[in-house]
């Protein structure tokens, strides 16, 4: 009886979302000498393919990623895939997390949008992490 009083909240999944790929990975050094953070590989598979296969698997189209250090090869990774549109935002010098998101914003648009660092790796509960995160947003 109880469970039917509930409201419940319609939840917005955003259909864009940004993945920080564009720092140096100084503390992983010297694996991040010649590969890029986001591009090592865990489980056979490069942290940002994990990434963004939990965005598709949510719903989101449209990836945003920022490059800077060695980021042609994290570029050239990307450029095969066709289940996700992938948008570039090439970083001239390294602007940090803020400054990366500022800089990609006119990519992104004025909707809500997830923020995901590229050398992130989580494990979904019974609801996705990506999911739950949506519900908590209060705009």
Known sequence: MLLTRLKTKKTTIPETAMVLAAGRGTRLAPLTDKTPKPLTEVDGKALIDHILERL??????????????????????????????????HEDSLLDTGGGVVNALPLLGSA???????????VDAMKPTLERLAEAWHE
């Open 112 to 122: 809500p949008f997830f923020v995901i660092n590229g050398d992130s790796l989580w």
């Open 56 to 89: 598709i698997a949510v719903g989101v189209k449209r990836v945003v990623v920022n490059i800077f250090h060695l980021g042609e090869q994290i570029e050239a990774h990307l450029d095969g895939r066709t289940d996700v549109e992938i948008v570039i935002s």
